[in-house]
């Protein structure tokens, strides 16, 4: 059913001005709900069910035809907006003119360690919303078990941390807890090693197949200052990454993005089989 464009909500209209309230930690936490703008975002929210209502103006319902059709199927309200109403909306400088209003998809600690777990990333103090959406959508791509959010972190369920997890965040299971020390508790009890990243650790990543072969929990220090020292001093084992040209360091991102591929190697990649020689006649 085609949606009606003759009388579009405005900025001005209640579920609008709702849904906008929702770029708000405290409406967040208060409406348990979160609001998401584009494409992947949008388009993941509404296959995973997470979507209770899409707001798309004239030019984003044809542009993506294919998530209204499919929002239309899942029984999610769609709503015909202006582009006031998107402006509104929006807090990007360029719209794409689709949102969705979703229920909440973070998880505890508890349930993401439940069951076998691999490895799983650990962002401690995470403060940029966009590193935390990049960390989400890492460990989806090399298949990591889940995030977790450890200390005061920025909301995974943000605007632009949704954004920069290109809707993995819908995919992969995320937590979010203050209690570092608690958290790093509960990955113990699961029969997880504890792997810091370093500047002075004691095992170079290039020679840390043996420890990421085992259940692992990956520690991501703070974008400014790493991890404190009373942190790293829980872990199992500290891992720095060799860097073999003149740049100081690596930011958060990049560091998991390599830390995280080589946990992925360890549990995914066959083995190399034994070289049986040429088939005999």
Not at 134 to 146: E, K
Not at 157 to 167: L, Y
Not at 179 to 204: N, P, R, S
């Amino acid at each position: 059913m085609a949606l009606d464009f003759s009388e579009p909500f405005t900025e001005r209209t209640p579920r609008v001005v709702n849904a906008a309230k929702l770029h708000r930690a405290a409406a967040r936490r208060k409406a348990n709900q979160f609001l998401v703008e584009g494409e992947n975002a949008v388009e993941a929210a509404v296959a995973t069910g997470a979507a209770t209502d899409i707001f798309v103006t004239e030019e984003a319902a044809d542009r993506f035809a294919d998530v209204v059709t499919t929002a239309g199927y899942m029984d999610v309200y769609t709503h015909a907006i202006n582009d006031k109403a998107a402006a509104a909306l929006s807090d990007t400088v360029s719209t794409t003119g689709i949102f969705a209003v979703c229920k909440p998809v973070t998880w505890t600690v508890g349930q993401v360690l439940k069951g076998r777990t691999n490895f799983v990333a650990v962002g401690v103090e995470t403060n940029d919303p966009g590193n935390a959406g990049t960390l989400i959508r890492i460990a989806d791509a090399v298949g990591a078990d889940g995030v977790i959010f450890a200390g005061d972190t920025v909301d995974p369920q943000s605007g632009k941390a949704v954004r920069a997890s290109a809707g993995s965040i819908f995919h992969t299971p995320v937590a979010r807890d203050r209690d570092v020390k608690g958290v790093i508790g509960q990955l113990k009890a699961a029969g997880l090693k504890i792997v810091a990243t370093t500047m002075d650790g004691e095992v170079g990543l290039d020679q840390a197949e043996g420890i990421l072969a085992q259940p692992t929990a990956w520690l991501f220090g703070n974008e400014a200052h790493g991890l404190d020292d009373d942190i790293a001093s829980n872990a199992d084992y500290r891992v720095s990454i060799p860097i073999h040209g003149s740049a100081e360091s690596l930011n958060m991102a990049t560091a998991a993005a390599m830390c995280l591929w080589e946990s992925s190697k360890a549990h995914y990649e066959p083995e190399d089989e034994t070289d049986q020689g040429p088939a005999e006649s």
